[in-house]
């Protein structure tokens, strides 16, 4: 079966890995945190970073690659060099991107459904809506016994890729970013307000819980898997709570009779689901 150890979420750094139990083997989503963090919440997940086998990238913001050259070169030190999937047009909007392709086996990420195999797993890439140069989420399945994790970060809505790939699967981990009366009587200008409430900004916890929702309902009419544990992602820190951004979770799953274990990502600490 899977696991997902969300290392950071967060507005000042994200990284999250998804780990073959079986195996110990894994993939990264991003890295926006330093290597210290990095190491020291794998350690404490009980995942060993050499086992990494693959990285991949959402899109190119800071905060989800700033760290990713340093913990390469950690890596490599160690006899590690995984390849790097991410968008050509990240790549080339991205000064540290950029530098990580002129050292390391950075390869291109397409949306769609073939899928990337590594690991024991087959990570499957889908678009999102943000504003950056492309962005993805991705659904990751166990090749052995098609286990699954839904992942979904930073995306003003949901897309109809995103939709179909969260469907029918045990981890589910979703953008929970604001609550929309904080946003607006939060401290950002009033232009950063509007990008993150944009369509191609960040879901909220009500956009979160709506797509939950119909998510459960859609699957159980499928006879497909229900999610057995949902993480809030990319909380923020200054426009949410993490008790409102779960809470909201929790209200959906009742409402449609799912009674899933709910988490938070958090910017600081370990989470992990199994």
Do not use: W
């Not at 190491?39 to 800071?62: K, S, W, Y």
Request: hydrophobic share 45%; with cysteine; aromatic share 6%.
């Amino acid at each position: 079966m899977l696991a997902l150890h969300v290392l950071a979420s967060g507005s000042s750094g994200n990284a999250a890995v998804i780990e073959n139990t079986a195996t110990g083997a894994g993939v990264l989503i991003d890295c926006g945190i330093c290597k210290r963090d990095f190491l020291n919440r794998c350690d404490e997940a009980g995942f060993d970073p050499g086992r990494i086998q693959a990285m991949f990238v959402t899109h190119e913001h800071g905060d989800h690659v700033k760290g990713l050259g340093v913990v390469l070169r950690g890596l490599a030190k160690i006899g590690n060099v995984p390849p790097v999937f991410a968008a050509g047009a990240c790549t080339a909007n991205s000064s540290a991107l950029a530098k990580v392709a002129e050292a390391f086996d950075v390869r291109e990420l397409v949306a769609g459904p073939d899928a990337v195999e590594a690991a024991g797993m087959r990570i499957i890439p889908f678009a999102t809506s943000h504003d950056a140069a492309a962005s993805f989420g991705f659904r990751i399945e166990d090749a052995a016994d098609g286990d699954a994790v839904g992942y979904l970060t930073d995306s003003g809505i949901v897309t109809a890729q995103a939709h179909a790939a969260l469907r029918d699967v045990r981890i589910l981990a979703l953008e929970s970013n604001h609550d929309p009366k904080m946003l607006a009587a939060g401290p950002y200008p009033y232009v950063i307000k509007q990008r993150i409430a944009s369509n191609s900004g960040h879901l909220s916890n009500g956009q979160a819980a709506a797509e939950l929702g119909t998510l459960v309902a859609e699957s159980r009419a499928a006879g497909q898997r229900l999610p057995q544990t949902v993480v809030a992602m990319h909380v923020s820190q200054n426009n949410n709570d993490y008790s409102l951004a779960r809470r909201s979770l929790e209200a959906a799953l009742g409402d449609a009779g799912c009674y899933a274990e709910t988490l938070c990502g958090y910017q600081a600490r370990l989470t992990t689901a199994r």
